[in-house]
């Protein structure tokens, strides 16, 4: 039998899986998500990827500023749902509302848990260098991701993949498995193991003051924390282009080798030399301007190997 269904999602990452939930037959009767905010010029309200797609779908949307009240709690109970699937939601979730579906809330969460736990889990995955990184089918406690484990499916992080290529290779694997999840609890089959004591790690929000490139660092780290902040935030490194110093994004390197003093430009390809070895500049992005490759930037300000990029 079809179940209730309360989706509880924010992001671009969160719909294939509400379509997902959709297309198996299920019955969303509510979707919970962030307020709309002002983007743009124009700075006019945005919804939110899910609210969107809620509602081109004709799904009732919800967007408490919180769920800690009781006129909250009371609403969210009102729905009499089976399950709560949430997916990158964004607010806290207390007792009374883990509680009150049938079957308790269910959590999808893009890292191989207990190995990053919070946050930003595709970020910090790729950023640490790690090999791989996967999804995993979570029934949510009051702790930070720390509720046994229905479901995983694992995804080879290659050497150059960046955060929001991740991103996307885990966002239909996840949706596919909270089907499979649902499908479990309809037959009866599901069933939840602890998770592991050991290789604990948290994955805390992304601050603006990590994203600079440390070019102190080898140049491994450098390529790893470039491709882990792309597309957004994005890590950057300061240049003086002839107007002062300006922020310069950049969205993609590669390793390469070479040796000098940290920051400096080898060679007119865009290697630039870390503490130890070096990397190739691909994608940089000047502020007010399209992202472009390395060669094009460089030939509009002008550089040349041996300018000093902080």
């Known amino acids: ?6 989706f509880m999602g924010t992001p671009d990452f969160s719909v ?12 969303v009767v509510a979707a919970y998500t962030r307020a709309p905010k002002p983007a743009g010029r124009g700075m006019e309200l945005r919804r939110s990827p899910v609210h969107a797609r809620a509602d081109a779908l004709g799904i009732p949307v919800l967007t408490p500023k919180t769920l800690r009240n009781e ?24 007792k009374p509302v883990l509680d009150a579906p049938r079957f308790h809330c269910l959590n999808l969460h893009a890292s191989l848990l207990p190995r990053w736990r919070g946050a930003a889990p595709i970020n910090r ?9 996967g999804v995993m089918v979570m029934k949510m406690e009051e702790g930070l991701d720390t509720g046994p484990v229905a479901l995983t499916a694992r995804v080879a992080i290659s050497p150059d993949m960046t955060a929001g290529e991740l991103h996307d290779a885990l966002s239909p694997i996840g949706a596919a498995l909270m089907a499979e999840a649902l499908g479990k609890i309809e037959d009866g089959s599901i069933v ?12 805390s929000k992304i601050t603006n003051e990590e994203t600079r490139v440390d070019w102190r660092l080898a140049g491994s780290a450098v390529h790893d924390h470039v491709r882990g902040l792309s597309p957004f935030p994005s890590a950057w ?3 003086d282009l ?17 040796s000098g003093a940290a920051g400096t430009l080898l060679s007119a390809d865009g290697i630039v030399a870390c503490r130890e070895g070096a990397v190739r500049l691909v994608t940089v992005q000047r502020a007010g301007s399209k992202a472009m490759a390395f060669a094009d930037f460089m030939r509009g300000a002008r ?5 000093r990029f902080g």
């Open 242 to 258: 002839g107007k002062g110093e300006e922020r310069v994004k950049l969205i993609r390197s590669e390793r390469a080798e070479g």
């Open 71 to 94: 006129e909250a709690q009371a609403t969210f109970a009102a729905h009499k749902a089976d399950v709560a699937v949430v997916v990158a939601y964004g607010l806290i979730l207390p």
């Open 303 to 307: 550089l040349a190997p041996g300018f």
């Open 237 to 239: 490194f300061a240049a």
């Open 192 to 203: 939840f193991s602890p998770q592991g004591e050991d290789g604990v790690i948290y994955a």
């Open 16 to 27: 294939p899986v509400l379509d997902a939930v959709v297309g198996a037959g299920h019955e």
């Open 1 to 6: 039998m079809p179940l209730r269904v309360v």
């Open 125 to 133: 995955a790729v950023m640490a260098g790690d090999p791989e990184s």
